[in-house]
C-alpha cells in the first residue's frame, strides 16, 4: 500500500480532459505546496510533468496542469491525446523523517 | 541532455550487499546546483524514496533503510553509487536514480527533473 493514494486507472476519449487524484494527509499534501506529477512508461524514465503543485518545468504542455485542495492533489489533462496513455504518479515532502513519499501510480487509457 | 544509466548486479542472494552505480552523461555529477538521489519501486507497490547525496558528499538517508546504506558520488567517473547491505526479498525492487530539480535546502529534495530508466534488483536464495 503506497502512502499517497492515487486510483488505479483513469480513462478518457481524446480530446477530453481527464482528472487524477492524490490524496494524502494534514501531514504531507495537505501541509505543503511541495506536489509533484510524473509521467511513466514502463521501462522508461519517469519524466517530471509537474512541480510545487501547479508547476511545469520547460517544455512540459501548457494541456498539463496540477491543483490541490486540502489533502488532496489533482493533475488534469485537457485535450488528451493518445501519447498520453501512461502511468502517472504523484508525490509528496512530509513532515515525516521519510521526506518524500509517492503515490502507487494511476495508468491513464486513452479509449 | 542529461541522461542518467542505473547498472546493477540483477540477481543476488540474501544477506549480500547491493552495489548499484549511476553513470551521469551529458553534465557533471559534480555540482553544486543539484542532489542526485536514488528512488526504488517493489514489484506490485509504490515508489520508495531511498536517499540522496550532494556532491561534496553530504548525505540523506530513510529512516527505514539508513543503517543498511552508503551513498558515494565518484567525480573522476562522472558517477554517484549506492550500496545496500543484507539484502532481503523485501529489497526486490526496480532501482531509479535520479536528479533533483534545483538545489535542496537542507538536502531535502521535492521533485527530480531527470531520471534513469531503472534496474531490477532481485533477491532471491
Known amino acids: 500500500q503506497s502512502a499517497l493514494t492515487q486510483p488505479a486507472s483513469v480513462s478518457g476519449s481524446p480530446g477530453q480532459s481527464i482528472t487524477i487524484s492524490c490524496t494524502g494527509t494534514?501531514?504531507?499534501?495537505?501541509?505543503?505546496?511541495?506536489v509533484s506529477w510524473y509521467l511513466h512508461h514502463p521501462g522508461k524514465a519517469p519524466k517530471l510533468m509537474i512541480y510545487?503543485?501547479?508547476n511545469r518545468p520547460s517544455g512540459i504542455s501548457n494541456r498539463f496542469s496540477g491543483s490541490k485542495s486540502g489533502n488532496t492533489a489533482s493533475l488534469t489533462i485537457s485535450g488528451l491525446q493518445a501519447e498520453d496513455e501512461a502511468d502517472y504518479f504523484c508525490?509528496?515532502?512530509?513532515?515525516?523523517?521519510?521526506?518524500?513519499?509517492f503515490g502507487g501510480g494511476t495508468k491513464v487509457t486513452v479509449l | 541532455q542529461l541522461q542518467l544509466q542505473e547498472s546493477g548486479p540483477g540477481l543476488m542472494k540474501p544477506s549480500e550487499t547491493l552495489s548499484l552505480t549511476c553513470t551521469v552523461s551529458?553534465?557533471?555529477?559534480?555540482?553544486?546546483?543539484?542532489?542526485w538521489g536514488w528512488i526504488r519501486q517493489p514489484p506490485g507497490k509504490g515508489l520508495e524514496w531511498i536517499g540522496t547525496?550532494?556532491?561534496?558528499?553530504?548525505?540523506h538517508y530513510n529512516p527505514s533503510l539508513k543503517s543498511r546504506i552508503t551513498m558515494s558520488v565518484d567525480r573522476s567517473k562522472n558517477q554517484f553509487s549506492l550500496e545496500l547491505s543484507s539484502v532481503t526479498a523485501a529489497d526486490t525492487a526496480v532501482y531509479y536514480c535520479?536528479?533533483?530539480?534545483?538545489?535542496?535546502?537542507?538536502?531535502?529534495?521535492?521533485?527530480?527533473?531527470?531520471w534513469g530508466q531503472g534496474t531490477l534488483v532481485t533477491v532471491s536464495s
Open positions: 535520479a536528479r533533483s530539480l534545483g538545489y535542496c535546502s537542507g538536502g531535502t529534495c521535492y521533485s527530480y527533473d531527470y
Open positions: 551529458g553534465g557533471s555529477v559534480y555540482t553544486s546546483a543539484h542532489y
Open positions: 547525496i550532494y556532491y561534496a558528499g553530504t548525505t
Open positions: 494534514s501531514g504531507d499534501i495537505g501541509a505543503y505546496n511541495y
Open positions: 510545487d503543485v501547479s
Open positions: 508525490s509528496s515532502y512530509t513532515s515525516s523523517a521519510t521526506l518524500l513519499l
